[in-house]
């Protein structure tokens, strides 16, 4: 086993809610401070769709996704190399987290062949081989020099009954880890995490995290999930892991972004997020709001000209200086016609995102949490407590809030 790495990060713990799990933290990164709980972006290609950088700034985001399968293909090592990384090829001057390639295995899973070797894939561009190992994923990683870089991991769908299968892709992780903390040539100015594999297994999940704190690395994520599992399975393998893991290094649950999910997440002790659905549903006209999220494509709405969200304090719904006051007619003429009425709700989005988890961080350090969400689910379903998610209400149960109450 690899001895642990120097760190590039400091994380420091400012509150902890006394009924839940949830903390609240300052991550220091290479491209300065992040707030945590967290909300990220994810801008695969190396932008979010439609939205500068300057306007992604503007939202308040401090660190987003790229994806290293994607900028590994195009524009290549080669570009990114020459142009001295993600940060200037992007004109991004905060933080930037990559993942490993690890999820085309899922996603792209027709087209690869994984052995202990590697992932054999073939491009989705032009149909050439490329091999990913875990030597070439670090290499990709420190050429795109984000400040957070992820392990590659054997990444398998939780739903998969084949535990044979489960059991190998966990152990394999671990293995593939080690292979990760030998290639990472900039461990002083980049941050790997390793990634938490095992399923839906609790067993396997607690062996996996026991052999990952061990590596010492500068952060955790708990990966496999948002594959289709039942939320209660999802919320048993979150809790699970957070009670394993060191309370100084932060916590990653991958690939997860409906506000239900975050706010209960956090609740349960994790602290970073990603997921695409924001800036997706923003492209069919969705707008997120505290009381849901509405579809402006619906005729009802063709003579509605209230801005998207009453007291959204984004870019587009504001109506004083540096607002748009874009309304929710002008959004319904424009979607699925012009590509404006996606970028504008793009923002939107990333903006209600991003301002959920600057309020669930409040209501942390103010010790308030349990109080907040029981608000935001009452905001969500208009006061019906019958429409509340079972899994929510059972998770929430085992850390000491009762929504129902």
């Keep these: 086993m690899p001895k642990s790495m120097p760190s590039a990060l400091k994380f420091d713990l400012i509150a902890r809610c006394s009924t839940t799990k949830a903390r609240a933290a300052v991550l220091t990164l290479p491209h300065g401070p992040v707030l945590l709980p967290i909300f990220m972006p994810v801008a695969t290609q190396g932008s979010l769709k439609g939205l500068t950088p300057q306007q992604l700034e503007d939202t308040g985001?401090?660190?987003?996704?790229n994806n290293t399968y994607h900028?590994?293909?195009?524009?290549?090592?080669?570009?990114?190399?020459?142009?001295?990384?993600?940060?200037?090829?992007?004109?991004?001057?905060?933080?930037?987290?990559?993942?490993?390639?690890?999820?085309?295995?899922?996603?792209?899973?027709?087209?690869?062949?994984?052995?202990?070797?590697?992932?054999?894939?073939?491009?989705?561009?032009?149909?050439?081989?490329?091999?990913?190992?875990?030597?070439?994923?670090?290499?990709?990683?420190?050429?795109i020099g984000s400040d957070i870089i992820m392990q590659l991991d054997d990444v398998l769908v939780t739903t998969s009954p084949d535990t044979k299968r489960m059991r190998e892709a966990m152990e394999?992780?671990?293995?593939?880890?080690?292979?990760?903390?030998?290639?990472?040539?900039?461990?002083?100015?980049?941050?790997?995490?390793?990634?938490?594999?095992?399923?839906?297994d609790l067993e396997m999940r607690t062996e996996c995290?026991?052999?990952?704190?061990?590596?010492?690395?500068?952060?955790?994520?708990?990966?496999?999930?948002?594959?289709?599992?039942?939320?209660?399975?999802?919320?048993?393998?979150?809790?699970?892991?957070?009670?394993?893991?060191?309370?100084?290094?932060?916590?990653?649950?991958m690939g997860i972004g409906y506000p239900e999910d975050l706010v209960v997440s956090v609740a349960l002790g994790a602290d970073m997020f990603d997921c695409v659905w924001p800036?997706?549903?923003?492209?069919?006209?969705?707008?997120?709001?505290?009381?849901?999220?509405?579809?402006?494509?619906?005729?009802?709405?063709?003579?509605?000209?209230?801005?998207v969200e009453d007291g959204c304090g984004c870019m587009c719904c504001r109506t004083g200086e540096g607002g748009l006051n874009?309304?929710?007619?002008?959004?319904?003429?424009?979607?699925?016609k012009e590509t404006v009425g996606a970028h504008l709700l793009t923002i939107h989005n990333v903006w209600s995102q991003l301002a959920l988890m600057r309020g669930v961080r409040n209501a942390i350090i103010d010790d308030k949490y349990p109080s907040f969400l029981k608000q935001f689910f009452?905001?969500?379903?208009?006061?019906?407590?019958?429409?509340?998610?079972?899994?929510?209400?059972?998770?929430?149960?085992?850390?000491?809030?009762?929504?129902?109450?």
Aim: hydrophobic share 35%; proline share 4%.
């Design 209 to 253: 995290c026991k052999e990952m704190i061990a590596r010492d690395t500068p952060g955790i994520a708990i990966g496999g999930l948002s594959g289709g599992e039942a939320k209660s399975d999802f919320c048993r393998v979150v809790s699970t892991c957070t009670s394993l893991l060191p309370e100084k290094k932060p916590r990653y649950v």
């Design 61 to 65: 985001c401090r660190l987003c996704l």
């Design 279 to 307: 800036t997706r549903t923003a492209r069919f006209g969705n707008a997120i709001t505290k009381y849901g999220m509405i579809n402006l494509r619906h005729a009802k709405y063709a003579n509605d000209f209230g801005t």
């Design 326 to 336: 874009i309304t929710k007619a002008f959004i319904h003429h424009l979607a699925a």
């Design 172 to 200: 394999r992780s671990v293995r593939w880890l080690d292979r990760c903390v030998n290639a990472h040539a900039n461990p002083t100015t980049q941050n790997l995490f390793c990634i938490i594999q095992g399923g839906l």
């Design 71 to 143: 900028l590994g293909l195009k524009p290549g090592q080669e570009v990114l190399d020459t142009v001295g990384g993600a940060h200037k090829l992007q004109g991004w001057k905060h933080n930037i987290l990559t993942d490993s390639g690890g999820f085309q295995m899922v996603s792209l899973l027709k087209l690869a062949n994984i052995t202990e070797e590697g992932v054999r894939f073939l491009s989705p561009h032009d149909g050439s081989p490329m091999l990913l190992t875990p030597e070439h994923s670090i290499a990709l990683q420190n050429t």
């Design 378 to 405: 009452s905001d969500q379903h208009r006061g019906d407590k019958s429409k509340y998610p079972d899994w929510a209400v059972e998770a929430l149960l085992t850390v000491g809030v009762d929504l129902m109450a």
